[in-house]
Protein backbone atom coordinates (compact mmCIF):
# COMPACT_ATOMS: atom_id res chain seq x y z
CA UNK A 1 0.00 0.00 0.00
CA UNK A 2 2.09 3.26 -1.27
CA UNK A 3 0.36 5.69 1.37
CA UNK A 4 2.51 7.42 3.85
CA UNK A 5 2.96 6.38 7.80
CA UNK A 6 1.94 9.32 9.97
CA UNK A 7 3.94 9.87 12.91
CA UNK A 8 3.48 12.50 15.79
CA UNK A 9 5.31 14.02 18.40
CA UNK A 10 5.55 17.27 20.70
CA UNK A 11 8.58 18.50 19.07
CA UNK A 12 11.88 17.83 17.66
CA UNK A 13 12.55 14.52 19.67
CA UNK A 14 10.55 12.00 17.49
CA UNK A 15 13.18 12.49 15.15
CA UNK A 16 14.99 10.09 16.77
CA UNK A 17 12.06 7.82 15.71
CA UNK A 18 11.78 9.06 12.53
CA UNK A 19 15.29 8.39 11.99
CA UNK A 20 14.85 4.98 13.35
CA UNK A 21 12.28 4.33 10.65
CA UNK A 22 13.14 5.92 7.93
CA UNK A 23 16.52 3.67 7.84
CA UNK A 24 14.46 0.18 9.16
CA UNK A 25 12.01 0.66 6.09
CA UNK A 26 13.85 2.78 3.28
CA UNK A 27 10.81 2.13 0.78
CA UNK A 28 8.53 3.55 3.14
CA UNK A 29 7.04 6.99 2.73
CA UNK A 30 7.02 8.91 6.60
CA UNK A 31 5.05 12.29 7.34
CA UNK A 32 6.19 13.97 10.21
CA UNK A 33 4.54 16.27 12.25
CA UNK A 34 5.89 18.13 15.83
CA UNK A 35 4.07 20.47 18.12
CA UNK A 36 6.98 22.57 18.55
CA UNK A 37 4.53 25.83 19.21
CA UNK A 38 3.31 24.20 22.39
CA UNK A 39 6.00 21.70 23.50
CA UNK A 40 6.35 20.69 25.75
CA UNK A 41 3.79 17.77 26.60
CA UNK A 42 5.13 17.01 29.88
CA UNK A 43 4.04 19.37 32.22
CA UNK A 44 0.44 20.10 30.65
CA UNK A 45 -2.87 19.08 31.95
CA UNK A 46 -4.18 15.69 30.44
CA UNK A 47 -6.95 17.16 28.77
CA UNK A 48 -5.10 19.55 26.55
CA UNK A 49 -2.60 16.81 26.00
CA UNK A 50 -5.09 14.98 24.33
CA UNK A 51 -6.14 18.12 22.65
CA UNK A 52 -2.41 18.42 21.05
CA UNK A 53 -2.27 15.05 19.89
CA UNK A 54 -5.93 14.69 18.24
CA UNK A 55 -5.23 18.00 16.66
CA UNK A 56 -1.80 16.54 15.05
CA UNK A 57 -3.72 13.29 13.87
CA UNK A 58 -6.51 15.27 12.37
CA UNK A 59 -3.81 17.37 10.46
CA UNK A 60 -1.87 13.78 9.26
CA UNK A 61 -5.03 12.35 8.71
CA UNK A 62 -5.64 14.99 5.67
CA UNK A 63 -3.14 12.71 3.85
CA UNK A 64 -4.36 9.24 4.09
CA UNK A 65 -1.84 8.27 6.53
CA UNK A 66 -2.02 3.89 6.53
CA UNK A 67 -0.36 3.60 10.14
CA UNK A 68 -0.12 6.19 13.37
CA UNK A 69 3.17 6.16 15.41
CA UNK A 70 3.22 8.11 18.18
CA UNK A 71 6.59 9.23 18.82
CA UNK A 72 6.15 10.88 22.08
CA UNK A 73 5.84 9.20 25.17
CA UNK A 74 3.73 11.38 26.79
CA UNK A 75 0.95 11.15 24.54
CA UNK A 76 1.63 7.43 24.21
CA UNK A 77 1.27 7.68 27.94
CA UNK A 78 -2.27 9.53 28.00
CA UNK A 79 -3.63 9.32 24.57
CA UNK A 80 -2.80 5.81 22.93
CA UNK A 81 -5.66 3.64 24.12
CA UNK A 82 -8.12 6.53 23.10
CA UNK A 83 -6.51 6.39 19.36
CA UNK A 84 -6.70 2.86 19.13
CA UNK A 85 -10.20 2.69 19.93
CA UNK A 86 -11.31 5.53 17.48
CA UNK A 87 -8.89 5.42 14.24
CA UNK A 88 -9.45 3.27 11.67
CA UNK A 89 -6.13 2.78 11.03
CA UNK A 90 -3.30 0.94 13.17
CA UNK A 91 -1.98 3.12 15.76
CA UNK A 92 1.46 2.17 17.76
CA UNK A 93 3.46 4.13 20.56
CA UNK A 94 6.78 4.19 22.06
CA UNK A 95 6.38 2.73 25.58
CA UNK A 96 5.99 -0.73 25.27
CA UNK A 97 9.12 -0.71 22.53
CA UNK A 98 11.41 0.62 25.24
CA UNK A 99 9.98 -1.40 27.80
CA UNK A 100 10.91 -4.63 25.76
CA UNK A 101 14.24 -3.55 25.11
CA UNK A 102 14.83 -3.01 28.89
CA UNK A 103 14.14 -6.45 29.29
CA UNK A 104 16.38 -7.62 27.30
CA UNK A 105 18.91 -5.47 28.68
CA UNK A 106 19.19 -5.69 32.32
CA UNK A 107 20.81 -8.13 33.98
CA UNK A 108 20.01 -6.88 37.70
CA UNK A 109 16.23 -6.59 37.10
CA UNK A 110 16.69 -2.72 38.36
CA UNK A 111 16.00 -0.20 35.67
CA UNK A 112 15.45 3.47 35.60
CA UNK A 113 13.32 5.40 33.69
CA UNK A 114 13.66 9.20 33.08
CA UNK A 115 11.03 11.09 30.89
CA UNK A 116 8.39 14.35 31.62
CA UNK A 117 6.74 14.69 34.53
CA UNK A 118 3.31 13.11 32.76
CA UNK A 119 5.12 10.22 31.69
CA UNK A 120 6.41 9.26 35.24
CA UNK A 121 3.69 9.96 37.04
CA UNK A 122 1.52 7.57 34.64
CA UNK A 123 3.62 5.13 35.38
CA UNK A 124 3.18 3.37 31.85
CA UNK A 125 6.38 2.27 31.65
CA UNK A 126 6.78 0.26 35.28
CA UNK A 127 3.48 -1.26 33.80
CA UNK A 128 4.36 -2.44 30.52
CA UNK A 129 7.55 -3.78 32.34
CA UNK A 130 5.94 -5.88 34.76
CA UNK A 131 3.08 -7.24 32.29
CA UNK A 132 6.30 -8.65 30.68
CA UNK A 133 8.69 -9.33 33.94
CA UNK A 134 6.78 -9.20 36.93
CA UNK A 135 9.38 -9.02 39.41
CA UNK A 136 11.45 -6.72 38.00
CA UNK A 137 12.07 -3.18 39.97
CA UNK A 138 11.65 0.14 38.61
CA UNK A 139 12.54 3.95 39.61
CA UNK A 140 10.68 6.38 37.30
CA UNK A 141 12.44 10.21 37.66
CA UNK A 142 10.98 13.19 35.88
CA UNK A 143 13.17 15.53 34.08
CA UNK A 144 11.07 18.31 33.36
CA UNK A 145 14.52 20.71 32.21
CA UNK A 146 15.56 18.45 29.36
CA UNK A 147 13.02 19.49 27.13
CA UNK A 148 12.87 22.73 27.10
CA UNK A 149 16.77 22.87 26.62
CA UNK A 150 16.38 20.58 23.96
CA UNK A 151 14.21 22.68 22.19
CA UNK A 152 16.32 25.18 22.90
CA UNK A 153 19.06 23.94 20.21
CA UNK A 154 21.30 23.23 23.72
CA UNK A 155 22.77 19.88 23.21
CA UNK A 156 26.72 19.41 23.94
CA UNK A 157 26.96 22.75 26.51
CA UNK A 158 28.28 22.84 30.13
CA UNK A 159 25.19 24.34 30.81
CA UNK A 160 23.73 21.45 29.44
CA UNK A 161 25.88 18.81 31.49
CA UNK A 162 25.34 20.70 34.60
CA UNK A 163 21.55 20.55 34.13
CA UNK A 164 22.20 16.60 33.28
CA UNK A 165 24.10 15.81 35.97
CA UNK A 166 21.63 17.66 38.24
CA UNK A 167 18.64 15.67 36.96
CA UNK A 168 20.42 12.27 37.38
CA UNK A 169 22.02 12.71 41.12
CA UNK A 170 19.52 9.92 42.04
CA UNK A 171 21.24 7.46 40.29
CA UNK A 172 23.92 7.67 42.16
CA UNK A 173 21.70 6.42 45.39
CA UNK A 174 20.85 3.49 43.51
CA UNK A 175 23.94 1.74 42.24
CA UNK A 176 22.37 -1.49 40.98
CA UNK A 177 20.30 0.05 38.48
CA UNK A 178 22.19 -1.44 35.64
CA UNK A 179 19.43 0.02 32.36
CA UNK A 180 18.06 2.97 31.79
CA UNK A 181 15.29 4.22 29.80
CA UNK A 182 15.16 6.71 28.07
CA UNK A 183 11.27 7.80 28.65
CA UNK A 184 11.13 10.64 26.22
CA UNK A 185 12.09 10.54 22.47
CA UNK A 186 13.82 13.55 23.07
CA UNK A 187 16.32 12.53 24.74
CA UNK A 188 18.29 10.47 22.60
CA UNK A 189 19.57 14.01 21.12
CA UNK A 190 21.42 14.07 24.53
CA UNK A 191 21.92 10.42 24.84
CA UNK A 192 25.91 10.83 24.80
CA UNK A 193 26.08 13.46 27.26
CA UNK A 194 23.50 11.16 29.39
CA UNK A 195 26.03 8.25 29.16
CA UNK A 196 28.92 10.16 29.97
CA UNK A 197 27.36 11.24 33.33
CA UNK A 198 25.98 8.12 34.46
CA UNK A 199 28.87 5.95 33.11
CA UNK A 200 29.81 2.60 31.18
CA UNK A 201 27.95 0.57 33.57
CA UNK A 202 24.92 1.27 32.71
CA UNK A 203 22.89 0.50 29.60
CA UNK A 204 21.12 3.46 28.13
CA UNK A 205 18.03 2.66 25.91
CA UNK A 206 15.70 4.18 23.97
CA UNK A 207 13.06 2.73 22.08
CA UNK A 208 13.52 3.91 18.24
CA UNK A 209 15.06 0.60 17.58
CA UNK A 210 12.33 -1.68 18.55
CA UNK A 211 9.97 0.76 17.61
CA UNK A 212 11.03 0.61 13.99
CA UNK A 213 11.11 -3.49 14.67
CA UNK A 214 6.94 -3.19 16.17
CA UNK A 215 5.81 -1.03 12.52
CA UNK A 216 7.97 -3.49 10.47
CA UNK A 217 5.68 -6.33 11.87
CA UNK A 218 2.51 -4.41 11.98
CA UNK A 219 3.14 -3.57 8.34
CA UNK A 220 3.12 -7.25 7.64
CA UNK A 221 0.35 -8.38 10.01
CA UNK A 222 -1.54 -5.90 8.00
CA UNK A 223 -0.29 -6.05 4.07
CA UNK A 224 0.37 -2.61 4.15
CA UNK A 225 4.04 -2.51 3.10
CA UNK A 226 4.58 0.34 0.22
CA UNK A 227 4.62 -1.92 -3.46
CA UNK A 228 6.42 0.61 -5.01
CA UNK A 229 10.14 -0.39 -4.02
CA UNK A 230 11.87 3.10 -4.71
CA UNK A 231 13.94 3.14 -1.62
CA UNK A 232 15.36 6.33 0.00
CA UNK A 233 12.11 8.51 -0.04
CA UNK A 234 12.72 11.80 2.13
CA UNK A 235 10.52 12.53 4.56
CA UNK A 236 7.93 15.78 4.83
CA UNK A 237 8.43 17.16 8.16
CA UNK A 238 5.99 19.34 9.74
CA UNK A 239 6.31 21.97 12.61
CA UNK A 240 4.12 23.96 14.33
CA UNK A 241 7.11 26.59 15.58
CA UNK A 242 10.18 27.66 14.44
CA UNK A 243 12.12 25.73 11.83
CA UNK A 244 15.99 26.49 13.26
CA UNK A 245 16.55 23.58 15.73
CA UNK A 246 14.73 20.60 13.06
CA UNK A 247 17.20 22.28 10.49
CA UNK A 248 20.26 21.59 12.42
CA UNK A 249 18.92 18.65 13.78
CA UNK A 250 17.67 17.27 10.29
CA UNK A 251 20.98 18.04 8.40
CA UNK A 252 23.80 17.75 11.04
CA UNK A 253 22.73 14.66 13.41
CA UNK A 254 20.07 12.94 11.60
CA UNK A 255 21.54 13.25 7.73
CA UNK A 256 17.79 14.07 6.51
CA UNK A 257 19.42 17.20 4.04
CA UNK A 258 16.89 16.55 1.91
CA UNK A 259 14.02 16.32 3.65
CA UNK A 260 10.99 18.67 3.56
CA UNK A 261 10.71 20.88 5.87
CA UNK A 262 7.42 23.21 6.37
CA UNK A 263 5.80 25.36 8.86
CA UNK A 264 1.92 24.69 9.35
CA UNK A 265 -0.91 25.73 12.01
CA UNK A 266 -3.18 23.38 13.93
CA UNK A 267 -5.77 25.81 14.43
Known sequence: ??????????????????????????????????????????????IDVQQYTWEMVHYLMKFEIKMLVIACNTATALVLEQLKDNLPIP???????????????????????????????????????????????????????????????????????????????????????DTLILGCTHYPIIQPLIEEVIGENVTVLSSAVETGFEVSTVLTFYELFNTNQQENQEPLIFTTGSLQVFQRLKEEIFQLKSATLKQVSLT
Open 1 to 46: MNRPIGVIDSGVGGLTVLHELNRQLPTEKFIYLGDTLRCPYGPKEE
Open 91 to 177: VIGVIESGARAAIKATQTNQVGIIGTENTIQSEAYERALKRIKPHINTLGVACPNFVPMIENGDFVSLNAKRIVEGSLQFMNHHPRI
